[in-house]
């Protein structure tokens, strides 16, 4: 099944920058890396997962939440399955583990997909934003 290991993850003060990475691999047979979408999400202690960014890799079309949109990039280097994650302006609100997770093929999940629709996780990178 899909693998998706997370780098790039660290401590960064308040107004830093990150870039996240998310290399994607063991595609099923007949399957490829442009029949997933790929979200990036995080989770702080105490605080429910959040979804912040997902691509739709076939097309490149991008979504965000509120809380990253603007200071948040998604991009997709289709030649290698990465998907990166470009963050600016951290805030110590940000501070959590990132992962990225997979969610498709297309012919079996909406567009973009819902949260329970990424069924395959990566481990996931501590990002930690000091004041």
């Known amino acids: 099944e899909v693998t998706l290991v997370e780098s790039g993850g660290g401590v960064v003060r308040a107004g830093g920058s990150l870039r996240l990475s998310c290399v994607v691999s063991?595609?099923?047979?007949?399957?490829?890396?442009?029949?997933?979408?790929i979200g990036w999400f995080r989770q702080a202690p105490g605080k429910r997962t959040e979804e912040i960014a997902c691509i739709m890799t076939d097309d490149g079309e991008t979504f965000y939440a509120d809380s990253v949109k603007g200071r948040f990039t998604i991009s997709s280097d289709d030649a290698n399955y990465t998907v990166y994650l470009q963050m600016n302006a951290l805030e110590p609100e940000d501070t959590a583990v990132y992962f990225c997770a997979a969610a498709g093929p297309y012919r079996v999940v909406p567009r973009p997909p819902k949260e329970h629709d990424y069924r395959l996780r990566g481990r996931g990178t501590q990002v930690t934003v000091s004041s």
């Open positions: 063991r595609f099923p047979l007949g399957d490829t890396y442009a029949d997933y979408a």
